[in-house]
């Protein structure tokens, strides 16, 4: 069961083949067994996930299969759920329920999702590394700040997993850990319930093993109602950003022109260029607005509770309020002048394709390199991650496509066009 998709379970449940509590005891029984090693959890509820797993086999027995049903999902723990805490790996935020669900966690519960439990986040969704450890390997780093939903979706703890992005905290997860991951246009689903980092670049984000689940949730959460994403008719254009190439690690730059390669024998049209701006400049602005906001926000509660923030955390929070308003402003602008330059930059192609990050999952020190997806984040434009193959010593490999603003359905055809050239990684070596 642990390899079941998302598409299957709710066709399994109609078909009578399954049903939700017997799912629900599989998925607990291989979590119980394996996250003593991976820490991907803050909280199991595993007695809400029970009555509702009733709930849901009674609908299912009348007839009733939703498009998510009996679906287990896990939530960074930094989304709010009716009943469990929102602890966000901050101690001052302490043990109290909240109160109603977050926005997400409510459409997932009307589609029939299993909402589980919470998975670990860094704290507050910042740099401070969350216990969580990579599947592929004990001393690497699942990425961050989405760390427990990436690694129990790879470790097959669970089919599906919401994330948030501010800077790379969707994307890089996903490639780390070898999975899919989506982090769809700026605004696509609203943030009511979410404890924010930075406001203007917060975005909600989704795990799962493949496209074709990404893409369903994807396309069930936002209404649209045709659940299913037609394949292209011809191969994709394709943009390969060589700027990015050049500041990776030479063994993820071989491998990314040798699935360049691979993509162009499929009969992908590619064409290799630069961004019409320099790159630095972009992540520049990114990490103005970014510290700006997060002084802003945290500037009373760090007031009150400094000693409960980790070094990384309180250092961006101190340095963002020392940022001029005028700097504030102005890098805003330039978001805004940038972003319809570059949007009519990627106008050319069907998408661009970049590597997630610029090497495998670093050690457990760090939560990574950011520069590869922050990019993205500012803009907006919607950006996925596919596992596109291993290091030599094993680790995950990303592949990484961007589309223009608000194309966030054709960039999973692309997507999914592109993952069927793409070899298919096995299982992590997670007992």
């Known amino acids: 069961m642990a390899q079941l998709s998302v598409r299957e379970i709710p066709a399994r449940i109609r078909q009578r083949d399954l049903s939700v509590h017997e799912l629900l005891q599989a998925t607990i029984e291989r979590i119980e067994r394996t996250d003593p090693f991976l820490q991907a959890w803050v909280e199991l509820d595993r007695e809400g996930a029970l009555r509702e797993a009733e709930r849901l086999d009674h609908l299912a027995e009348r007839g009733t299969v939703l498009p998510l049903h009996g679906v287990p999902v896990g939530l960074k723990d930094v989304i709010d759920a009716a009943g469990l805490p929102t602890r966000a790996g901050f ?42 450890r990579n599947p592929w390997a004990a001393e690497r780093t699942p990425g961050g700040s989405s760390s427990g939903s990436a690694a129990a979706v790879a470790a097959r703890q669970i089919p599906l997993a919401v994330g948030t992005q501010t800077a790379g905290s969707v994307l890089r997860p996903a490639a780390y850990c070898g999975v899919v991951g989506f982090k769809p246009s700026l605004g696509w689903f609203p943030l009511e319930g979410v404890i924010p980092l930075a406001w203007t670049l917060d975005h909600l984000g989704l795990f799962a093993r493949s496209v074709e689940d990404v893409a369903y949730t994807y396309v069930a959460l936002c209404a649209h109602q045709r659940l299913e994403l037609p394949l292209l008719s011809e191969p994709p254009r ?15 730059a071989e491998h990314l022109q040798d699935v360049v390669r691979r993509l162009r024998e499929a009969g992908a049209r ?14 520049a602005i990114h990490h103005v607005i970014m510290l700006a906001e997060m002084g802003a926000l945290h500037q009373q509660t760090l007031e009150q509770h400094p000693d409960a923030y980790g070094p990384r ?11 001029p308003a005028g700097a504030l402003l102005h890098a805003r602008r330039l978001r805004r002048r940038l972003a319809a330059l570059l949007d009519d930059f990627l106008a050319r192609a069907d998408a661009a394709i970049l590597p997630t990050a610029s090497g495998p999952a670093p050690d457990r020190s760090t939560t990574g ?63």
Do not use: M, N
């Open 270 to 283: 590619i064409e290799e260029r630069r961004l019409p701006v320099d790159v630095q400049l972009l992540l």
């Open 313 to 323: 955390l309180r250092a961006a929070v101190e340095v963002g309020q020392l940022v």
């Open 238 to 252: 394709l943009l390969f950003l060589v700027d990015f190439l050049e500041l990776t690690e030479p063994e993820v």
């Open 369 to 431: 390199d950011r520069r590869f997806q922050a990019v993205w984040t500012l803009l907006g434009t919607p950006a996925i991650s596919l596992p596109s193959g291993l290091t030599r010593d094993g680790l995950p490999l990303g592949l990484q496509l961007v589309a223009r603003y608000g194309h966030d359905r054709r960039l999973l055809h692309v997507a999914a066009w592109c993952e069927r050239i793409l070899p298919s990684l096995p299982p992590p070596p997670l007992t």
């Open 91 to 132: 101690a001052p935020l302490g043990d109290r329920p909240a109160q109603a669900d977050a926005a997400i966690v409510a459409r997932l519960r009307e589609l029939g999702a299993l909402v589980l439990g919470k998975t670990h986040t860094t704290q507050l969704a910042f740099a401070d590394p969350a216990p969580t």
